[in-house]
């Protein structure tokens, strides 16, 4: 069994974000990165199924030379191969998703595992998107996959306790966060990651319009919250949230 999984690219989530003071995107000045969480579940949880079913996990990133950071961190996780389709400048997630149809027509998986979201812009788009334009099954916010013979059948949480789906392979399948828990590499493993094959493409080379659907013109931090204040006592109270907060 081949399986595809995405390593994306993201701002460390544990750091403050600010943005520049003209609007026009993120201040990266002295901001880390690191692969998108939910994508890491989705390298974990190829391995796993790779190491019950054989076959081979291949993780591909889009973005700038730097993605291939990730890309090897994924393979030090321990991918066998990894892609890298190499892009500069802003994509949405129309975009991502068309190149991640033209890796997958060249590789031909029996299953594409992917983060439910990218920690950084949140939109929950791509492997939705992917899905169509492949025409083939999907199934998104996995907690649990089991795959037999051809088929995957993908448990996920719901309001009311657990849907289950089961669909043909290949099929989309988008990781939520308590599917697994991602592995740390070792040492040995990273340093082995460096020798792994890491094949890279350019977009032209894969025919892709890289014309974005979504623009984002300008970005602005929320305003501030206002300071409390002290009430004598309830009816103070009352009366501060009807006429000042206007909430009730």
């Given at each position: 069994m081949k399986i595809l999984a995405t390593v994306k690219r993201v701002t460390d989530p544990d750091m403050k974000i600010k943005v520049k003071e003209d609007g026009s995107g993120i201040d990266l000045s002295s901001i880390s990165f690191k692969v998108n969480p939910f994508d890491e579940i989705a390298?974990?949880?190829?391995?796993?199924?790779?190491?019950?079913?054989?076959?081979?996990?291949?993780?591909?990133?889009?973005?700038?030379?730097n993605?291939?950071?990730?890309i090897r961190y994924g393979?030090?996780?321990g991918a066998d191969r990894g892609i890298h389709v190499q892009t500069e400048g802003y994509m949405d997630s129309d975009v991502v998703a068309r190149i991640l149809k033209s890796v997958i027509e060249i590789e031909q998986p029996?299953?594409?595992l992917l983060g439910k979201q990218a920690v950084d812009d949140d939109n929950n788009q791509v492997a939705q998107l992917l899905a169509e334009y492949l025409g083939w099954g999907q199934a998104c916010f996995a907690s649990k996959i089991d795959i037999t013979n051809s088929t995957a059948r993908v448990e996920r949480e719901v309001d009311g306790g657990i849907e289950v789906i089961e669909m043909d392979l290949p099929g989309i399948v988008?990781?939520?966060?308590r599917l697994n828990e991602p592995r740390y590499p070792a040492l040995p493993d990273v340093m082995k990651a460096?020798?792994?094959?890491?094949k890279?493409?350019?977009?032209?080379e894969l025919g892709v319009e890289m014309q974005p659907k979504v623009i984002v013109k300008q970005l602005a931090e929320p305003p501030r919250r206002k300071?409390?204040?002290?009430?004598?006592?309830?009816?103070?109270?009352?009366r501060w949230l009807k006429e000042e907060a206007k909430v009730i």
């Open positions: 390298v974990e949880e190829s391995l796993k199924i790779k190491e019950t079913h054989g076959g081979e996990v291949v993780v591909v990133g889009v973005g700038s030379r993605a291939q950071t990730e393979l030090s996780m029996d299953l594409v988008s990781a939520d966060l460096n020798k792994k094959e890491l890279i493409y350019n977009s032209s300071g409390g204040c002290i009430v004598p006592d309830v009816p103070a109270l009352i």
